[in-house]
């Protein structure tokens, strides 16, 4: 079945350091991709998401590009803040994307520090 | 333009009683669907729901239900409640198939 794999946390790194967080996905197709965010406390935010292989989906400073070749959707950030920290999704649709279902990761906490 | 609306925010219950809670889509939105977050399952699907129609359902028991009222909002139940149904309840609401989801803050539920 369909399935999403996440680094495993927790992600340490300083101000201003560069981010990655690795996500591979097995799934039926080329469904559309998705990364969402966790605040303490919080739900989930869309951060971003790419419909189609070679996508690049973007938002406040995240790129995360669909590579079909190596089923992988990896976030990035060039210099992470002290606000970034905060628990990460990724996400596909689960099943033949008749519906709105989704299947997660596990989650990839991060932490930064001043 | 309001969010996705989950009340209430905490609720502690007792084993063996049931719970319902609500969740108030995004105005436009007909697509709703529950997830169920904990330490050790990470998000776990619960339903989906389209105009007032359950679309797909997810790997939990009987115990847990749901339904849509034709002005998009839902509830879920939750009955003869266990001490693992201790968790944040989160609901999401969709404009359209493959848009992504706006999330609920959550209900969190302690079974004591």
């Known amino acids: 079945g369909d399935s999403v794999t996440q680094m495993e946390g927790p992600v340490t790194l300083s101000e201003e350091a560069f981010l990655t967080i690795n996500c591979t996905y097995t799934?039926?197709?080329?469904?559309?991709l998705f990364w969402y965010v966790q605040y303490p406390g919080e739900g989930l935010q869309l951060l971003l998401k790419?419909?189609?292989?070679?996508d690049k989906g973007s938002n406040k400073g995240f790129e995360a590009t669909y590579r079909k070749e190596t089923t992988s959707f990896h976030l990035e950030k060039g210099s992470v803040q002290v606000s970034d920290s905060a628990v990460y999704f990724c996400?596909?649709?689960?099943?033949?994307?008749?519906?709105?279902?989704?299947?997660f990761g596990g989650g990839t906490r991060l932490m930064v520090k001043p | 333009k309001a969010g996705v609306t989950q009340t209430p925010r905490y609720l502690i219950k007792t084993r063996g009683q049931q719970v319902t809670l609500s969740c108030s889509p995004i105005?436009?939105?007909?697509?709703v669907s529950w997830y169920q977050q904990t330490p050790g399952q990470g998000l776990q699907f619960l339903f989906e729901?389209?105009?007032?129609?359950?679309?797909n359902k997810g790997n939990f028991p009987g115990r847990f239900s749901g339904r849509q009222f034709s002005n998009s909002r839902s509830e879920m139940n939750v009955s003869t409640l266990e001490l693992g149904d201790s968790a944040l309840y989160l609901c999401?609401?969709?404009?359209?198939?493959?848009?992504?989801?706006?999330f609920g803050s959550g209900t969190r539920l302690t079974v004591v």
């Open positions: 790419a419909t189609k292989a070679d």
């Open positions: 996400a596909l649709p689960k099943g033949n994307n008749a519906g709105n279902m989704l299947t």
């Open positions: 799934a039926t197709g080329y469904p559309s």
């Open positions: 105005s436009g939105h007909r697509s």
């Open positions: 729901y389209f105009s007032e129609t359950q679309r």
């Open positions: 999401a609401s969709s404009l359209a198939v493959g848009d992504g989801y706006t």
